[in-house]
């Protein structure tokens, strides 16, 4: 069975850094992307970034040029590099893969981690 486990989370000043990571366990016979999402109160799930398995990233307008995503394939794991952290950026994070099934009809499968909490305080 799939299961994504994500750590890294904590507490942190604004202006601060973190980096979370988040492993796969299990296999998964497809090319698949994975990334990153939050959830901050009040408010809903957001794409946060995601690398695909071609290695195509994708960045939230509102985490550009401050996060970075990278992925390490042979260790099935991926990363989120945080700079420059804001109040807004509290929230609980959680990984996230998304690949197609095998079989038929086709659809869109996303696997999710339990979640890593982030909070920006001073």
């Known amino acids: 069975q799939v299961q994504l486990v994500e750590s890294g989370g904590g507490l942190v000043q604004p202006g601060g850094s973190l980096t979370l990571s988040c492993v796969l366990s299990?296999?998964?016979?497809?090319?698949?992307?994975m990334g990153w999402y939050r959830q901050r109160p009040g408010k809903q799930r957001e794409l946060v970034a995601v690398?695909?398995?071609?290695?195509?990233?994708n960045y939230a307008d509102s985490v550009k040029d401050r996060f970075t995503i990278s992925r390490d394939k042979a260790k099935d794991m991926v990363f989120l590099q945080m700079n420059s952290l804001k109040s807004e950026d509290t929230a609980v994070y959680y990984c996230?893969?998304?690949?197609?099934?095998?079989?038929?009809?086709?659809?869109?499968?996303?696997?999710w981690g339990q979640g890593t909490q982030v909070t920006v305080s001073s």
């Open positions: 996230n893969v998304n690949h197609l099934s095998s079989g038929l009809p086709i659809r869109r499968v996303d696997y």
């Open positions: 690398v695909s398995d071609a290695g195509t990233i």
């Open positions: 299990g296999s998964i016979f497809s090319a698949f992307a």
